[in-house]
């Protein structure tokens, strides 16, 4: 299923008038961008755009109006601060129905390679649900659509979805294109030996991914909080640690489907525990480290141990695709961030394609200091998770195939 999709480098936009979905959503403090990520890895497809003559027409969503015009959210500091790391003026086109006739004049005016930048599509109350009234004011702004907002790609938004399919071409940006290069492609079609490590607290939030990543990996690690569910599943006593006593079933199921494929399963072999969990979450702990089958039943497991951190540091050295997504304990909390220090760090000294999978990993990587040495980070946390799962997500669905 390898996705072949138009992408910004094979559409001419000289002289067009060209709608770029971006994903501008962004921390806000006092009117403030707090953290300008998400604006700095979409410059690439804006300038491509700009340089290739287009007239840039840019939106995005910004938190939840729910429909209904809120100052606060208003995508006014977004175009402010583009503004300067574009080096260029990106005017904002104020409008509280998005597409009124403030935006139609500021689009009507425009000269090749100009950028404006409309208001939070989400003041509209179409956008959601995909109503047809907003996706068409959108497409009768643009002659070419390019979606670069792999963030919401998992939504059926008119924003990424519904003008797509209002205009001829919608191609891919930068960004999206290389979400599918590394998301879609390495897990449908990955260099072997294929690891997955996958952590996080909960085991309902990632049911299709383990099944799905089972089928595809040649390993598969799972830490964090849901590796105790499975660890009761194989009948160890797991003290306070966080189960879902529901998901007992699955989890013998899973650990039965790696056996008949073939597949190796590594669940941790000791844990590093706590009495009670930390509040604040970055408060001193006292930790004692006990192996899995001899965790006592008044402590908590809050990471995985120094053996598991071995074991699953080994499995990444040898692979050459590694796919993970969610911490392997309570990265927060500086005692208990050394199993993820230590799978980040494994990642980081391998020569394997590393794949982040957005979300809880992402921030971990980032924040210890090993994003630069990540093959790819992923920028969405929903859209990352369905693209593991093996679903087709409607925003990269609907843009045009080669």
């Known amino acids: 299923m390898a996705l072949n999709k138009v992408s910004v480098d094979d559409i001419n936009v000289s002289g067009k008038r060209v709608l770029c979905r971006c994903d501008f959503n962004v921390p806000l403090k006092e009117g403030k961008i707090t953290d300008e990520n998400r604006l700095v890895a979409a410059l690439p497809t ?49 409008d509280p129905e998005v597409v009124g006739a403030n935006a139609k004049a500021a689009v009507e005016a425009m000269k090749d390679g ?36 792999f963030g919401t790609a998992h939504r059926a938004h008119c924003s990424n979805v519904g003008v797509s399919e209002l205009v001829d071409t919608a191609a891919v940006g930068y960004l999206m294109q290389k979400e599918i290069d590394f998301l879609g492609n390495a897990v449908e079609n990955p260099v072997r030996p294929f690891v997955a490590i996958l952590g996080g607290a909960k085991v309902a939030d990632k049911l299709n991914v383990i099944s799905n990543l089972l089928e595809k990996c040649d390993t598969l690690i799972i830490g964090g909080g849901m590796a105790y569910t499975f660890l009761k599943a194989q009948g160890n006593e797991i003290g306070k640690s966080l189960v879902d006593d529901s998901k007992l079933d699955y989890c013998k199921e899973m650990i039965a489907k790696a056996e008949k494929l ?44 120094p053996k598991t951190a071995e074991l699953f540091a ?23 961030a050394a199993g993820t220090i230590a799978v980040a760090k494994a990642l980081a000294e391998t020569d394997a394609t590393t794949i982040i ?46």
């Open 114 to 149: 100009e950028v404006i930048l409309l208001e939070n599509t989400r003041y509209r109350v179409e956008e959601t649900k995909n109503g047809e009234a907003f996706s068409k004011d959108l497409a009768s702004l643009c002659d070419i659509f390019v979606n670069d907002a």
């Open 262 to 305: 073939g597949k190796k399963l590594l669940l941790p072999v000791d844990s590093a525990t706590i009495t009670d969990f930390p509040n604040p979450i970055d408060a001193p702990v006292d930790v004692e480290v006990y192996d899995s089958d001899k965790m006592p039943a008044d402590r908590e497991g809050c990471d995985i141990g």
């Open 46 to 94: 804006i300038k491509k755009l700009v340089a290739d003559g287009g007239k840039v027409i840019l939106c995005s969503h910004l938190g939840k109006p729910k429909g209904e015009p809120k100052p606060e959210l208003s995508l006014a500091p977004v175009a402010a601060r583009l503004t300067e790391l574009l080096g260029q003026e990106v005017k904002f086109a104020a």
């Open 357 to 402: 999978g957005g979300g809880d990993s992402a921030a971990a990587v980032n924040q210890l200091g090993f994003g630069d040495k990540m093959s790819h980070i992923s920028t969405g946390g929903g859209a990352s998770l369905e693209f593991l799962e093996g679903k087709e997500l409607p925003g990269v669905a609907a843009a045009t195939n080669k």
């Open 314 to 336: 080994d499995a990444v050295k040898s692979a050459k695709t590694v796919v993970w997504n969610g911490p392997m304990g309570v990265f927060e909390n500086p005692t208990l």
